[in-house]
């Protein structure tokens, strides 16, 4: 996947923004709050996603997938797809779709409501 076509999908989800951050990394939020990033990579495209408790055991050390840099040190449950072999495209965009669930689910009620996220 290029960051083109992370940024074409992840503008598709609802209630998403974007924003260029932290050494021009492909931010994306869902209420203000961060779901998925495109940079960080070393030697190309980089994807990063949250994942569920059972996700993260899943991918952590899975070719090509890590624990998140940064965020996976504080006890966060996110993933970073770094490498081949990885994740593919689809799978990539069904982690993707799970991240931008996780974190509008953390979302006040409120909010959800004025989003239309139900």
């Known amino acids: 996947m290029t960051y083109s076509q992370f940024n074409a999908f992840c503008s598709a989800l609802k209630a998403t923004t974007y924003v260029m951050q932290w050494g021009d990394s492909h931010v994306w939020k869902v209420g203000g709050k961060v779901f998925a990033i495109g940079g960080w990579g070393e030697n190309g495209p980089a994807f990063t996603f949250k994942v569920s408790e059972t996700g993260f055991e899943i991918l952590r050390n899975m070719p ?9 040190s504080r006890g966060l449950k996110w993933i970073q797809h770094y490498g081949k072999p990885g994740l593919s495209a689809r799978d990539l965009k069904d982690y993707l779709r799970q991240s931008h669930y996780l974190v509008s689910r953390g979302l006040p009620k ?3 409501r004025e989003l ?3």
């Open 64 to 72: 090509g997938l890590r624990p998140a840099p940064y965020l996976a």
């Open 110 to 112: 409120k909010k959800r």
């Open 116 to 118: 239309d996220l139900g």
